[in-house]
Nanobody
Framework: QVQLVESGGGLVQAGESRRLSCTAS????????MGWFRQAPGKEREFVAGINGIGSTTRYADSVKGRFTISRDNAKNTVYLQMNSLKSEDTAVYYCAARVSVGIATGDGLYPYWGQGTQVTVSS
């Protein structure tokens, strides 16, 4: 089992930055592909960003490319999502997810482990 705990959400102004963190309780964190997803009210959960186990490969949704950066610190069992130039449409609950399989998948059904989510609200 892998337990994931997100933190860093809150209320921010449009144009500002925020960094989310997700810490995993597993001894094999570096073997896990990690992903960030988000779900806005009334919408389906969507892929935001993903990173492979050693942090050498990343993938982003078009809507956040150039504004968000995913990274990881395997010594701390933590993955980060740096969000810059936030927009009102970035308002959502952000979830951290993990999968054992190699490859950064964008489908949420391919991630068996999930955090509880952290709310990010961007006010304009």
């Amino acid at each position: 089992q892998v337990q994931l705990v997100e933190s860093g959400g809150g209320l921010v102004q449009a144009g500002e930055s925020r960094r989310l963190s997700c810490t995993a309780s597993t001894r094999t964190f570096s073997s896990k592909t990690m992903g960030w997803f988000r779900q806005a009210p009334g919408k389906e959960r969507e892929f935001v960003a993903g990173i492979n186990g050693i942090g050498s490969t990343t993938r982003y949704a078009d809507s956040v490319k150039g504004r968000f950066t995913i990274s990881r610190d395997n010594a701390k069992n933590t993955v980060y999502l740096q969000m810059n130039s936030l927009k009102s449409e970035d308002t959502a609950v952000y979830y951290c997810a993990a999968r054992v399989s190699v490859g950064i998948a964008t489908g949420d059904g391919l991630y068996p482990y999930w955090g509880q989510g952290t709310q990010v609200t961007v006010s304009s």
